[in-house]
C-alpha cells in the first residue's frame, strides 16, 4: 500500500524526482567507483610478484628499488657489481636468483636483460608461471621475447625485427641499429608490468654497448659479428636481482647479510613490507578521495530531503484527502520515508548499471595509460556496507519531511479548504 501510493506520487513530480534520483546516483557512482579502483589498484600492484622473498639492488630507498626493479618505474641510483652478485647468488641458502639488468627501452617500453631463470622462477598473481602464447625464451644473442602489451600494441609477431633504443623515453635518437633483435617469444598477459617490457639476454644487453662509452656511440666504430664471437661476454654489472630461498626461516638472515655487505653497498627488502610502505604512503590520498566523495554524498541526501520538504506544500490538498478517506498521520509519515527510499534505491541501481557499463570501456584506458588493470565490477563486502550507510543516512535524512507532513496532516490535514 505504502509502496503504491508512494509511486504514485513521486509519477506526479516526475521532474523534480528525475533530477534528485539523477543526484543521488551520480553520488553513488562516484562513492563505488572511488572504492572500486583503490581496491582493484591495490590488487593488481599486490599480484605484480609472488614467491619473492628478497629483492637486491644498490643502496637506496627501499621503495624506490621495489618501484625500478618490479613496476619499471623511476631509475636505479646504482648498478651491483656482477661479482657481488654471484657471491650471493651461490650461498647455499638461496635456491634461485633473477639478474635485472635496465636503461634502454624501444618505443617507449623498457627493455631487461635478464636470465632463462626468470621465465623458469618468476611468478605472479596466486604463484602463476610466466607462460608464452608464442614461440619461447630468448636462445642467441639477439633474440628478444616480447611482452603481451608490447606485442598487441606495436602489432609485432614471431621472427620479426626490432631495434632497441639507447636510454629511456618514447623519442631517441641514440639507437643501436647496427644490432636488431628477432623476435623468438611473445608472453601471455599477465595484467602486471610484466606485459610492457621486452626481454634480452645479459649478453645481449652486453653486446649492444660494447660500441659505446658514457652513453654515447663511438664514431666510426662497430664490433663485426665475427669479432664478437672472440669476445667474453660476460656481463660487468647488473640493476638489481630478485632472490628466492630455501627455506623462509633464513629470510631476516640473508637479509641483514646483504645490507652488511662490506664489498659494495647493497639493499635487501622483503617485497611486502615495501608495498605496505607504499600503501601506507598513498593512504593519505585514498582518505582524500573517499572524504570527498563521503560529501558529496551527503549533499545529494540532503538534496533529496530538501526536495521533499519543499514539495509537503503543494502537497497540503493531497495530504488532506489522504486523511479524510482514513489514512493516519503515521500513514503519511511512512509513504514520505518510502518516497525518500524509492529514489534512493533507484539511484543505487542506476549508479551500479552505469559502474558496469562504464568500467567495462574504460578498462583498455586505464590498461594503456596507467598500467592499471581492473576486473569488471562486483559489489564486496565494504561496498555492502557503504550502500546500507547510504540507504540508513536517506531514512534519517528522510526523517525532516516525514515529520513534517506527520504534524501537518496530525493538525491540519481535516482543516484544509479547497
Known amino acids: 500500500m505504502f509502496l503504491k501510493v508512494a509511486w504514485h506520487s513521486l509519477l506526479n513530480r516526475k521532474y523534480t524526482v528525475l533530477l534528485t534520483l539523477i ?182 644487453m652486453e653486446v649492444i654497448h660494447l660500441d659505446w662509452k658514457d652513453g654515447v656511440k663511438i664514431p666510426g666504430k662497430q664490433t663485426s659479428a665475427h669479432e664478437l664471437a672472440a669476445l667474453d661476454l660476460t656481463t660487468h654489472s647488473i640493476t638489481a636481482f630478485l632472490v628466492g630461498l630455501k627455506s623462509k626461516i633464513a629470510t631476516f638472515h640473508v637479509q641483514r647479510q646483504v645490507n652488511h655487505y662490506q664489498k659494495e653497498p647493497l639493499l635487501a627488502i622483503l617485497p611486502g613490507i615495501a608495498l605496505t610502505e607504499l600503501w601506507h604512503m598513498m593512504q593519505v590520498m585514498e582518505n582524500t578521495l573517499r572524504l570527498i566523495s563521503i560529501l558529496v554524498l551527503f549533499s545529494s541526501l540532503l538534496g533529496l530531503s530538501t526536495m521533499l520538504l519543499a514539495s509537503i506544500r503543494e502537497r497540503q490538498r493531497e495530504i488532506a484527502i489522504m486523511r479524510a478517506i482514513g489514512a493516519s498521520p503515521f500513514f503519511v509519515f511512512l509513504t514520505i520515508q518510502t518516497e525518500a527510499l524509492l529514489i534512493s534505491l533507484t539511484g543505487i541501481m542506476a549508479a551500479i548499471f552505469a559502474l558496469v557499463i562504464g568500467i567495462f570501456f574504460a578498462q583498455p584506458f586505464l590498461a594503456d595509460n596507467y598500467g592499471i588493470f581492473i576486473n569488471h565490477f562486483a559489489i564486496n563486502s565494504q561496498m555492502l556496507g557503504m550502500l546500507g550507510v547510504i540507504v540508513m543516512g536517506t531514512l534519517l535524512l528522510g526523517l525532516i519531511p516525514a515529520l513534517s507532513a506527520y504534524r501537518f496532516s496530525l493538525h491540519h490535514g481535516l482543516g484544509m479548504k479547497s
Open 23 to 204: 543526484s543521488v546516483a551520480i553520488s553513488t557512482f562516484v562513492l563505488l567507483g572511488v572504492e572500486h579502483i583503490r581496491h582493484e589498484a591495490k590488487e593488481s600492484f599486490s599480484k605484480t610478484v609472488s614467491g619473492v622473498d628478497l629483492i637486491v639492488g644498490a643502496r637506496t630507498g627501499q621503495l624506490n628499488l621495489l618501484l625500478y626493479s618490479v613496476f619499471r618505474m623511476g631509475n636505479a641510483t646504482n648498478n651491483i657489481s656482477w661479482e657481488s652478485y654471484r657471491e650471493i647468488a651461490t650461498d647455499p641458502k638461496v635456491a634461485w636468483t633473477i639478474p635485472i639488468s635496465l636503461g634502454d627501452s624501444h618505443r617507449g617500453y623498457r627493455v631487461m636483460g635478464t636470465t632463462q631463470d626468470y621465465f623458469t622462477h618468476f611468478r605472479f598473481g596466486q604463484n602463476t608461471s610466466l607462460s608464452f602464447a608464442q614461440g619461447g625464451p630468448f636462445v642467441q644473442l639477439f633474440d628478444v621475447v616480447l611482452g603481451a602489451e608490447v606485442a598487441r600494441k606495436l602489432g609485432y609477431r614471431l621472427n620479426e625485427r626490432i631495434v632497441l633504443t639507447h636510454g629511456l623515453g618514447h623519442t631517441s635518437f641514440s639507437k643501436h641499429d647496427d644490432k636488431p633483435f628477432r623476435v623468438t617469444g611473445i608472453l601471455r598477459p599477465t595484467g602486471t608490468p610484466v606485459d610492457q617490457a621486452l626481454y634480452i639476454s645479459l649478453q645481449g
